[in-house]
């Protein structure tokens, strides 16, 4: 199998006389395998000189695969194809029985700076089905007629999702749309009944650049957090209203993050990230999506939620993180990963910097009680391999004088040392008054 997607990955190389009719590419698109098959797609995406009749071969061979993975490529592959002759292929894509497919198409037409007028005709001609969809093809389906300056469809949690963030990427640049549809849109966001969706639209209607850019912390903003000393409150409660009152008494005290915790997205949802945020303007909120796969999406979510940073759990694949990046850099979210014990080595540290994230977590289990490393020597040494941020948590509070004198951490975590305290507040303030929060050098 492993030689046969070697080959179908280079087939336009290695098969060049082929012209659309050898056995080896009928072979290839017969293969029993889907990544075979799938890997076709992708080389037709990667490479702009393949033959016109080969692709079609290859299209129209796909487009019906007994496998939604195959058609979800090939779906993929169309809908950011600007090829002529390809409006059978997108209607027959829009009509599959897998919403994972649709999906797909939808995603990669609104990849592309054009929009395809006839597919967004054929989405709205079809608005009660897709209003019956799965959430994520519902606003994939609004994100695409909100960029052709169409009406969305009667559904107000899906398009809140698309039009918040169309406007956090044009906002960071990683959209651009004609300027009468931006001001559309920006319309639309002010008169928003969500006020996160208001917030994104009032600074892109702010005129000055500079206090635009001062709203958005940044990927290159986090990163330079390295060789400072900020605290992080950890808020790994169930309980929202207690989780409020912890973040405004953190708020108080002049902490620079309040993350999320796992606990609390799980017995409440994400929407506890924005019914935080609200209460505590000029705070960073970490979301602690405790998540091995779905990277991309961990961060929409947390994102649409309105969090400034998004924390990984460790032991996900190099191909989740890398789908997270890819969203990070969309909302300009930046992304923290979790380094579990059995990650703890330089090779692995280094094959995350290169998929992209801004920094490390040291996040003590607290089933593990004492029977652990020190965390401190675990940031320590994850310190001396990278020159990105690290985070850790260990069970800290004021009367931990070895977290205040050692320079192994640029972020503290502190949890149940607050968030227990039958005093938040005071514990918050002796907790700041007791960690040395001057910067030292920028290593």
């Not at 093809?137 to 909100?146: E, P, S």
């Not at 330079?224 to 992080?232: D, E, F, M, T, V």
């Not at 969203?327 to 059995?342: L, N, T, Y």
């Not at 289990?365 to 941020?389: C, E, M, Y």
Request: net charge negative; aromatic share 4%.
């Amino acid at each position: 199998m492993e030689d046969a997607v070697f080959l179908a990955r280079h087939f336009d190389v290695l098969l060049a006389d082929d012209e659309g009719s050898s056995q080896e590419l009928n072979a290839l698109l017969a293969h029993y395998d889907w990544r075979v098959r799938a890997a076709l797609i992708e080389r037709i995406r990667e490479c702009g000189v393949i033959p016109r009749r080969s692709i079609d071969l290859i299209l129209n061979s796909l487009i019906v695969d007994r496998d939604y993975k195959v058609r979800a490529a090939v779906a993929d592959g169309v809908g950011r194809s600007s090829l002529p002759g390809l409006d059978h292929l997108r209607a027959a894509l829009l009509d599959d029985r897998n919403w994972h497919v649709r999906e797909r198409l939808l995603q990669g037409l609104s990849a592309k700076a054009a929009v395809d007028e006839s597919v967004t005709d054929m989405v709205l001609n079809s608005q009660r089905v897709w209003r019956n969809g799965p959430r994520n093809v519902r606003v994939a389906a609004q994100r695409l007629l909100f960029k052709s300056g169409k009406q969305p469809l009667q559904d107000e949690e899906s398009a809140r999702a698309a039009l918040f963030g169309l406007l956090r990427e044009i906002r960071t640049g990683a959209t651009q749309l004609p300027m009468n549809v931006q001001s559309a849109l920006v319309r639309q966001g002010v008169a928003s009944a969500d006020w996160l969706v208001r917030a994104e639209a009032n600074l892109l209607d702010q005129q000055d650049a500079a206090t635009k850019e001062a709203t958005v912390i940044g990927k290159e903003a986090f990163r330079r957090l390295r060789g400072g000393r900020a605290i992080q409150v950890a808020l790994d409660v169930r309980d929202i209203d207690h989780a409020v009152t912890v973040a405004q008494a953190a708020a108080a005290v002049g902490v620079q993050f309040v993350e999320i915790g796992d606990p609390l997205i799980k017995a409440v949802g994400v929407h506890a990230i924005s019914a935080v945020k609200q209460q505590v303007a000029g705070v960073s909120i970490v979301a602690e999506m405790m998540s091995a796969d779905w990277g991309r999406d961990q961060v929409v979510l947390a994102a649409e939620a309105g969090a400034d940073v998004v924390l990984l759990i460790g032991p996900a694949s190099i191909a989740s993180v890398s789908a997270a990046v890819e969203a990070s850099r969309r909302f300009a979210v930046p992304i923290m990963i979790d380094v579990p014990e059995g990650r703890l080595v330089q090779d692995w540290i280094r094959d995350m910097e290169r998929a992209g994230v801004d920094g490390f977590a040291v996040t003590t289990n607290i089933d593990l009680g004492v029977a652990s490393f020190h965390p401190l020597d675990q940031a320590q040494l994850i310190r001396s391999w990278t020159k990105l941020p690290v985070a850790v948590s260990g069970g800290f509070e004021p009367a931990d004088r070895e977290a205040s004198r050692r320079r192994s951490w640029d972020i503290l975590v502190v949890g149940r040392g607050v968030t227990d305290s039958l005093d938040p507040a005071l514990a918050l303030r002796d907790l700041t008054a007791s960690i040395d929060l001057t910067e030292g050098p920028r290593t």
